[in-house]
Antibody
Framework: EVQLVESGGGLVQPGRSLRLSCAAS????????MHWVRQAPGKGLEWVSG????????GYADSVKGRFTISRDNAKNSLYLQMNSLRAEDTALYYC????????????????WGQGTLVTVSS | SYVLTQPPSVSVAPGQTARITCGGNNIGSKSVHWYQQKPGQAPVLVVY???DRPSGIPERFSGSNSGNTATLTISRVEAGDEADYYC???????????FGGGTKLTVL
């Protein structure tokens, strides 16, 4: 059974940093690309970032480019999102999502999702 | 950047057919994917590549895509289908994922 478990969320002041983690199990982690998708309270889904199986291809939404960094450790079956210079508008539930293929950048869709970790940016 | 437009809400009586649209410029040239999200839960993929269903998704869920509109069709709607539905594509020009704003399906 595929399981994705996010952690690392919490309350953080504007301008500070936070690192999210996603622990994966139930599939061969290094065979698939992984992404982060977020959802602000009461709002819709927003794609944040994606990384290919070997970290060779990485992408970001314009809203987080230059502030967020995605990475993965295939030896630890883990996905990460380093979030710097956080803003109030980054407040959201952050989902880790598995992609159906190894690459990212062509016909990407998300076949499994975690339950999310909540990030609240407020002073 | 590429924009996907969904109606905010759709209402349907039990047993009837619900159609949720997703509009985008020449969306017919892209592969469209649909997710169901119930309150307090993570999204679930219900249709991928315009019209394919993941295992475990009822045949009542189907999709189509042509021109500037993709459609998720739910036949013989049940109370348990009440949820938010999101369409999604990959925008190759910007190399970014794109979601529609979501449609709340209400079963009357």
């Amino acid at each position: 059974e595929v399981q994705l478990v996010e952690s690392g969320g919490g309350l953080v002041q504007p301008g500070r940093s936070l690192r999210l983690s996603c622990a994966a199990s139930g599939f061969t982690f290094d065979d698939y690309a992984m992404h982060w998708v977020r959802q602000a309270p009461g709002k819709g889904l927003e794609w944040v970032s994606g990384i290919s199986w070997n970290s060779g291809s990485i992408g970001y939404a314009d809203s987080v480019k230059g502030r967020f960094t995605i990475s993965r450790d295939n030896a630890k079956n883990s996905l990460y999102l380093q979030m710097n210079s956080l803003r109030a508008e980054d407040t959201a539930l952050y989902y880790c999502a598995k992609v159906h293929t190894a690459g990212t950048g062509s016909n990407v869709y998300f076949d499994y999702w975690g339950q999310g970790t909540l990030v609240t940016v407020s002073s | 950047s590429y924009v996907l437009t969904q109606p905010p809400s759709v209402s349907v009586a039990p047993g009837q057919t619900a159609r949720i649209t997703c509009g985008g410029n020449n969306i017919g040239s892209k592969s469209v994917h649909w997710y169901q999200q119930k309150p307090g839960q993570a999204p679930v993929l219900v249709v991928y590549d315009d019209s394919d269903r993941p295992s475990g998704i009822p045949e009542r869920f189907s999709g189509s895509n042509s021109g500037n509109t993709a459609t998720l069709t739910i036949s013989r709607v049940e109370a348990g289908d009440e949820a938010d539905y999101y369409c999604q594509v990959w925008d190759s020009s910007s190399d970014q994922g794109v979601f529609g704003g979501g449609t709340k399906l209400t079963v009357l």
